[in-house]
Structures are given as structure tokens and as C-alpha cells.
């Protein structure tokens, strides 16, 4: 789908919510809309913003990025602003919209504050209206073209936590291996990790996002490892929990109660479902196998431009499935002071059912 055209549908989106214009501050909806891919390397340091009214979409920006701009976001008129005052009044009298809706979760109050003030200043009468995910639940259907560059990705992470089981036994820290995985996937082709590496080994294994430390990554325990990669700026997500050694039951009993949630929660997805519906099937099993208590977090979450983003699989997500939806299915079990197992696979909902885009799929069976 072309800029142009995830534009039109944006504004029959804000007609349908009684808005005539959107403040566009997060960088991934800007690019989405726009085309326009430079990043803001901090969210008080940005490096425009988008500005759709139902006729004209004005990319604003400063000089740094003027040409930039004028290069990629060929559906938008470019603004450069230079540091003086006036230029939001410039940019909202050319937008002239009455009701402007934003980004409640994203943008700053900060700059809330100072279009409110510029709306104020001109005098006529427009107002500033909290809008939630009108972009993200656009983007929560991929296109051809989305689907796969997230393939591509999803590919590159494979490869890279192949490499990487081979070297776990090594004697590394979690540390080390994380910085690794950095390194493999960027000699794959990755942009970069799309999150930091999570490699949590032996109890540290029973906080889902525990951060690598510098100990040494013992023989006979658990490692669970959940890395991702952008690449064309797409990003992938999975995991994988490996035992170094010789499993003893208590840890393949929990493999394969995570396991069993994984593969029924997968045969759950499909067009007309709900994410809570999904998420039910996961605590299903786990209650069954006596894990459900210690599984902490949802099911799944969609990934694309952001590694989380719309839909979610949780208890509360009323969200319909659709075809184009790339969602993750990530059971885990999480015994304190013990160890943690989490499967995590990315799977794209289909016009009548699932495909599980991972092919790492039944490799690390225990
Ligand atoms: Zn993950
Ligand atoms: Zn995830």
C-alpha cells in the first residue's frame, strides 16, 4: 500500500471520529504515513512532525533534515521551520482544521502545550482533541510489502540464534553472549537489534525481561533467550529457552506444559477470534498442566515498525483478528527462585487460519 493511500484511509478515520486534522509526533506512524524515515534519537529531540488535515499533510521540520525530507516524503509538503516564533501558526492556518486530534500516548506536553498555544494565538477557535492508537490499529494489518521485509527479518533472527546456540556452552556471561548476539546480527544484515538481547540464565530465568549479567552461564540450567532484529526497518521477535546439559524432569514437565499453550494457542489464531480469546486458550493449558499461576504476562503482541505494537493477546484484548495481523505467540512459565521457560514465535493470521512464519519451529524440542 502507498503513502498516499494509508493517508486516505487515515482521514476517513478521523472523519469517522469527528476530526478534521491529526498531530502525527511518533516516528514510526510518521513514517508510516509519510515515508519520511529519519528517527528521533530521544523523544525531546525530534526530528519533525507530521501535520494531516483531510486535504494536505505537512511535514514539518528543521533544516537539518530539509533534504531529507523533501526526498523521501513525496505525498507531503514539506515545512523547514528555523528557530524563530510563528511557525506553528503557519503550518496550522495552511492545515485549517477545527478539531486536531494527537497522539495522547506520544506526544509531549511540552509541545502539546505549545500547539495548544499557537491554536490560542490564531484566534479561530480550533481545538486540540486526545486521540488513542488511530495509526498503530492501521498498522496492525501488514501489507505484501510489510509481510515480507518482517519474513526477512524474522529469517535473519533465526539464523542468528542458531549461531548463538552453538557457542552458549562456552563458559560465556550472559553478557557476552548478548553483546554476541549484536554482532551476529549485524554480520546477517541487521540494522540493529530491535530490543536489547534478553539471555537469562539458571534462576535468572524466571524474570521474563532480566537483563544479561556478567556471570558466567552455567552448565545443567536453563537459558532463555529472546532476541529480534530490525532490518529494513521491520522488526522480528522470538524465543527460545535451551538446558545445557541433560534436562531433569522438572524442567521437561514445564517445557512441555509451555510447548503444549504454544502449539494450542497457534491453533487458536485465526480471522473472527479475539486476542482475550486467544490469551484464553494459553491459560487453559498452562491451569491444566498446574503452571497457571506463574505465567506473568499475555500471550502476544503485534510486531512491525515497533517490536510491540497492535494487536495485543491478552486477558482485556477485545481486538477481532484479521487477515494481515503479525502477532506473537509467547507462553511462559515463570517459577521464582527457580527457572523460567518461554517459547516465543511470530505467526501471521491468514484469510482462514495461521501460518507460523518461524521454521526454527520444532528444533529445540526437549
Ligand atoms: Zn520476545
Ligand atoms: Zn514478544
Redesign the pocket.
Known amino acids: 500500500m502507498g503513502f498516499r493511500q494509508r493517508l486516505d484511509i487515515l482521514r476517513e478515520v478521523l472523519a469517522a471520529e469527528g476530526l478534521d486534522g491529526l498531530v502525527v509526533s511518533r516516528p514510526e506512524n510518521r513514517y508510516y504515513l509519510s515515508g519520511y524515515t529519519a528517527e528521533d534519537y530521544d523523544l525531546v529531540e525530534s526530528s519533525g512532525i507530521l501535520f494531516v488535515g483531510l486535504r494536505r499533510a505537512l511535514l514539518a521540520t528543521d533544516g537539518r533534515y530539509a533534504e531529507q525530507a523533501l526526498e523521501e516524503a513525496q505525498r507531503c509538503e514539506v515545512y523547514v521551520y528555523g528557530p524563530g516564533e510563528g511557525w506553528l501558526e503557519e503550518v496550522l492556518s495552511n492545515l485549517d482544521t477545527k478539531r486536531l486530534g494527537f497522539e495522547a500516548l506520544h506526544l509531549t506536553y511540552g509541545r502539546f502545550l505549545k500547539i495548544s498555544q499557537a491554536l490560542e494565538n490564531m484566534g479561530s477557535g480550533g481545538e486540540l482533541a486526545p486521540t488513542d492508537n488511530l495509526i498503530e490499529n492501521l498498522r496492525a494489518i501488514k501489507g505484501a510489502g510489510e509481510i515480507e521485509a518482517i519474513r526477512a527479518s524474522l529469517a535473519l533472527t533465526e539464523r542468528v540464534m542458531a549461531r548463538l546456540r552453538g557457542e552458549l556452552s562456552g563458559g560465556l556471561t550472559e553478557t557476552d553472549a548478548a553483546r554476541l548476539v549484536e554482532t551476529l546480527m549485524r554480520e546477517e544484515g541487521a540494522t540493529r537489534a530491535a530490543f536489547p538481547p534478553?539471555v537469562a540464565s539458571g534462576t535468572r530465568s524466571s524474570q521474563p525481561h532480566a537483563g544479561p549479567t556478567d556471570s558466567p552461564i552455567q552448565e545443567a540450567t536453563p537459558v532463555v533467550v529472546?532476541?529480534?532484529a530490525k532490518l529494513n526497518r521491520y522488526c522480528s521477535?522470538?524465543?527460545r529457552t535451551f538446558y545445557l546439559g541433560t534436562p531433569p524432569d522438572r524442567f521437561k514437565r514445564v517445557y512441555a506444559a509451555v510447548r503444549e499453550a504454544q502449539v494450542a494457542a497457534t491453533g487458536a489464531v485465526r480471522p473472527g477470534v479475539t486476542g482475550r480469546e486467544v490469551d484464553s486458550v494459553t491459560r487453559g493449558v498452562l491451569e491444566s498442566r498446574g503452571f497457571g499461576e506463574y505465567f506473568s504476562h499475555s500471550t502476544g503482541h503485534g510486531v512491525g515498525l515497533n517490536v510491540h505494537e497492535q494487536p495485543t493477546l491478552g486477558p482485556k484484548s477485545e481486538t477481532v483478528l484479521a487477515p494481515g495481523m503479525v502477532v506473537?505467540v509467547?507462553p511462559g512459565v515463570y517459577l521464582p527462585g527457580e527457572f523460567g521457560v518461554r517459547l516465543?514465535n511470530m505467526v501471521l493470521v491468514t484469510e482462514d487460519r495461521v501460518e507460523t512464519l518461524n521454521h526454527l519451529e520444532d528444533f529445540y524440542e526437549y
Open positions: 534478553i529472546d532476541i529480534g521477535d522470538m524465543a506473537t509467547e516465543e
